[in-house]
């Protein structure tokens, strides 16, 4: 399966800032999705990273707040704007090489807003 | 009702026991089913995809059940490091990459 690198893999932050995950990945990739755990939760999607468009929203997340892009088929950004405490989560990249192949994972980049 | 519901944890089993772990869904349109394993401050990882036909892979065998919109995994002759979170997934639809989690049970696995 692919290797999914994702940066940083962890970070405290202030209230009102903003932080930008990267993901990269080593072969080019049909799917990028991004996820979020909160803590003692388990995954929610938050959307779908489009390659060269605006990426899909989940329900309850919208792009002023989670900016995400996606400008090739290896690497994908998420911003997490205007952070507060709630904002505190695990933040996964995850792929599928082909519309019908199970998801993997990046390793994560734990945030923690103070 | 959660869309994905599974046996509340923890499960803490002896070295060598067989432990099941079940769950339910209730998106009749998903597709496509799995399990993950989680270890603690990890991410998840595929443990393996579940078929109608059922599958086997060493000590883990998983079972579906489309019209009760039920699956299982059963890990037989447990190991130490077998201890982890248990994931049920499934798709939303027809998109794997879109994936609706169940909130994970627990095994720890003693010696």
């Known amino acids: 399966s692919a290797v999914i690198s994702q940066k940083p893999s962890r970070d405290i932050c202030q209230r009102g800032t903003s932080l930008t995950i990267q993901c990269q990945v080593d072969s080019q990739v049909t799917m990028m999705f991004w996820y979020r755990q909160q803590p003692g939760q388990s995954l929610t999607l938050i959307a779908t990273?489009?390659?060269?468009?605006?990426?899909?929203?989940e329900s309850g997340f919208v792009i002023d707040k989670f900016p995400i892009s996606r400008p090739n088929l290896t690497f994908s950004t998420l911003t997490v704007s205007n952070m507060s405490p709630e904002d505190s989560s695990i933040y996964l990249c995850?792929?599928?090489?082909?519309?019908?192949?199970?998801?993997?994972f990046g390793n994560g980049t734990r945030l923690t807003v103070t | 009702r959660k869309e994905v519901e599974q046996d509340p944890g923890p499960f803490n089993v002896p070295e060598g026991a067989t432990v099941a772990f079940n769950c339910t869904y209730s998106?009749?349109?998903?597709?496509?089913f799995f399990w993950y394993r989680q270890d603690c401050r990890k991410e998840p990882k595929l443990l393996m995809s579940v078929y109608s036909s059922g599958n086997e892979d060493g000590r883990f065998t998983a079972q579906l059940n489309r019209a009760s919109q039920y699956i299982s995994l059963l890990i037989r002759d447990s190991k130490l490091s077998d201890s982890a979170t248990y994931l049920c997934?499934?798709?939303?639809?027809?998109?794997?990459?879109?994936?609706?989690f169940g909130q994970g049970t627990e095994l720890s696995v003693k010696p």
């Open positions: 997934v499934v798709t939303q639809g027809s998109v794997v990459g879109k994936l609706i």
């Open positions: 995850s792929v599928s090489q082909k519309i019908d192949s199970p998801l993997h």
């Open positions: 990273a489009n390659q060269g468009s605006e990426a899909t929203y």
């Open positions: 998106n009749s349109a998903s597709q496509s």
